[in-house]
Each structure stands twice: as structure tokens, then as C-alpha cells.
């Protein structure tokens, strides 16, 4: 299987595409794409069975890929429009697993410490909580409220406890119906950084993006299904040059309209020779804009309130 270096389903489609140089659908993928707005687009990707799955290293399941434009000078108003294909997207995922009033947990996965990793321990501060109210005072909540309880369990090199350990053992104790689960995740394109929601039904594998693969958080580990909210906020040193080598290229090309060779460079994934050619030694960069504390500010409005609205 390709080493895709990506936790965006929609992107691992593109790359299986190039490096295989195939124009038609990946047979056992169905895809499809919805402009909301100017800023807004929707990518769904479907991993129909066992080919799809293998093609994209992926399960079979849905991921449906939000890409935001100019997040990071965006107003209340373009956050809020953001917010609502959140939503929209995410009731829809919901609704296929459980009735309207089942209870959710929502878990926000990270290291509250580093700020690309963030994320999901700032929107859980975020999400409007009610299993504590509904279960004490139920008299302060319109009938059929939705009990929702959250948390932030930390990482492992602070706890001691994998992740989905300390989530099992909430889970058999509050036995809520549904989980979602906000991670970071990494991706090949620095347009994505903080710019973009995925929603899966997959679950999610911790770290996967990154090469520090912790244990699946999943209905396969949980029994319950798991919603799984990716942000990217990091990309590889290689991505990076990868991109700007396009760029390079494309503005070469803008005065020499033929070039066989820089045709061909541009027309391949570069991504493993230049990653090969950027490690040193054991080395290898992870990196992230000047300006992720902007973007993550703005992603965390866009997700909480995604998810407090579709709950």
C-alpha cells in the first residue's frame, strides 16, 4: 500500500489516482461535490468494499471533506456559514446511527499545550453540555433535549492511559449511544491547514497523520459508533517543498509554455523523493503556519458550534 503521509480521505483518493495514473472512479469508491458557497466546498468520498478499502488504505465507510477558503480573516458571519455545513453534514451522519434523543459523548482529543494540537480540548470548552442537567434538573430543559456530556482525556505522554482505554471505561460507565471525537490529523496540502473539517463514521487511529500511531478509537474498540472530526494542522517538510516546487514550476511555465522535463516533474508525486532528499539522519519535520493560533481560534468556533447545533 502507498504511503500516503495524509489522514484526508478525499487527498489519499487524488494521490492513488496520479501515482496510478488513472482518470475514472477507484473501483469501490463512489465520490461526489458540492459547492455551498464561494468559500464553502463539500467533498464526499464512499469506500464502497474490500478494493476501495485497500486502494485508500481507508475502511469502508464515509468521509465527507469541508474545505473553508480565508478562514483566517474570516468574520462572525463567514464562521457561522462555515458552522452550518458543519451541521448540515453532520446531523445527516448522526441521524443515519441514532434517534434524536440518544445521548452523545463528545471527546476532544491533544495536547491543550501545543497549539496545533489544540483543538479538540479548546472545542470542548465550547460544546453546550446538558447530561449533568437533564439528569439532576430535568425541569431547566425543553422535553426531548438530547443529554450531551464532553471531555478532554489528555495524551498518552501525560497520563500514562491510551486514549481509548480511558474512553471505554466512560463509555460502559455513562453508556451514551454515539461518540464524536475532534482530533487533529495531517495532511499533503498546505492550502487544508486549519482550513478544513473531515467527518467520518470510521472512527479514528490517533497520530496515524504523523507516524505515531496509537491505538483505534472506534465501534470495533468502543461498541458504539464513533464520528470521527478531523482537522489538519500540520504537514510534512515534504509536503511543503513538494507544493512550493509546484509553484516554481507553474511560474516557469507562465514564460516557457513547453518544457518536456518540468512537464513531467510537475505531472508526478514528488512527495517520496523529496522526502527522501529532506531527511537528515532520523529527522523529520513536522510543520505548521505562523499563523495556527488565528486559524485554530477560528476552526474551534466552526466545529463546537457545528456540533452543538447538529446534537
Known sequence: MH?????????RRNIYK????????????????????????????????????????????NYITIDIKNLRAANDDEIQKASDAVTKELKTIIDNHISKQDEILVVGLGNIYVTPDALGPK??????????????????????TRGVSAVSPGVLGTTGIETVEILKGIVDNISPKLVIVIDALASRSIERISSTVQISDTGIVPGAGVGNTRKEISQRTLGIPVIAMGIPTVVELATLVSDGIDIFIDRLQEKAES?????????????????????????????????????????????????????
Do not use: C, W
Request: aromatic content about 6%; cysteine-free; charged content about 30%.
Open 3 to 11: 504511503n500516503f503521509r495524509t489522514d484526508l480521505a478525499v487527498e
Open 18 to 61: 496520479k501515482i496510478n495514473n488513472i482518470s475514472e472512479e477507484i473501483e469501490g469508491v463512489e465520490t461526489s461535490q458540492e459547492n455551498v458557497n464561494e468559500n464553502i466546498n463539500v467533498s464526499r468520498v464512499k469506500i464502497l468494499n474490500e478494493k476501495g478499502e485497500k486502494a485508500l488504505g481507508k475502511q469502508i465507510g
Open 123 to 144: 472545542v470542548i470548552n465550547e460544546i453546550d453540555v446538558t447530561r449533568h442537567i437533564k439528569n439532576y434538573m430535568p425541569e431547566y430543559l425543553e422535553e426531548g
Open 259 to 311: 518544457n518536456e522535463y518540468l512537464n513531467k516533474l510537475q505531472q508526478n508525486d514528488k512527495y517520496e523523493e523529496v522526502k527522501e532528499a529532506l531527511n537528515v539522519g532520523e529527522y523529520n519535520m513536522i510543520v505548521t503556519p505562523k499563523e495556527i493560533d488565528d486559524l485554530i481560534e477560528n476552526m474551534k468556533d466552526v466545529v463546537a458550534r457545528g456540533i452543538n447545533f447538529a446534537v
